[in-house]
């Protein structure tokens, strides 16, 4: 029961580690990949809007990144 228990705990963390992805911080599209200048600092760009960009947003989950752009298009109608 124990094992199985870990077992399940660790593919949660492992699932969770798996689906995280980057969102663009100029039109939060999830097409953003890695840049050059990795060994003077990570750079990302996003291949929608060619914004290159030091931090990206980074959601784990999806419902977390559907909610964002949800709050985000509210804002924009205001």
Request: proline share 3%.
């Given at each position: ?19 995280s ?25 996003c ?32």
């Amino acid at each position: 029961m124990l094992r199985s228990t870990m077992r399940c705990l660790l593919l949660e963390r492992l699932e969770a580690l798996i689906m995280s992805f980057r969102v663009c911080i100029a039109c939060h599209g999830i097409r953003v990949y890695p840049y050059v200048g990795f060994m003077t600092g990570q750079r990302y760009q996003c291949q929608d809007c060619l914004e290159i960009m030091v931090i990206p947003l980074e959601f784990e989950k999806e419902e977390d990144y559907r909610a964002f752009v949800g709050a985000m298009a509210e804002d924009d109608e205001e």
